[in-house]
């Protein structure tokens, strides 16, 4: 069974920087990976994806200011958060979905695995 467990997630002053992990069950190497958030009123959103190749993408809103990495072998996938703005408050999600080797991964898939979630919450 899947099973994704996200930490890392902390109050901040504005400008600051925070790094999620994510722990899972499996190893990740046949999974496409992300990060989602959701904040109170708002609609859940794709923050940031990698595919089985390494390839990532990015919402607009954090592209230059978040990466995300994975590690296959420790079945970890990282969000690295910088520059954090009051915009970033949510609860963020990791998730997973199963994917064959050529398969494309975006921010648009539907994700079968999501993880309890983990607060950020950024004060102005």
């Known amino acids: 069974q899947v099973q994704l467990v996200e930490s890392g997630g902390d109050s901040v002053q504005a400008g600051g920087s925070l790094r999620l992990s994510c722990v899972a069950s499996?190893?990740?190497?046949?999974?496409?990976m992300g990060w989602f958030r959701q904040a109170p009123g708002n609609e859940r959103e794709a923050v940031a994806i990698i595919a089985r190749n390494g390839i990532t993408t990015y919402a607009d809103s954090v592209k230059g200011r978040f990466t995300i990495s994975r590690d296959n072998v420790r079945k970890t996938l990282s969000l690295q958060m910088t520059s954090l703005n009051a915009e970033d408050t949510a609860m963020y999600y990791c998730?997973?979905?199963?994917?064959?080797?050529?398969?494309?991964?975006?921010?648009?898939?539907?994700?079968?695995?999501w993880g309890q979630g983990t607060q950020v919450t950024v004060a102005s």
């Open positions: 998730v997973a979905r199963p994917t064959s080797v050529f398969e494309p991964c975006s921010k648009s898939d539907s994700f079968p695995y």
């Open positions: 499996m190893f990740l190497y046949a999974y496409c």
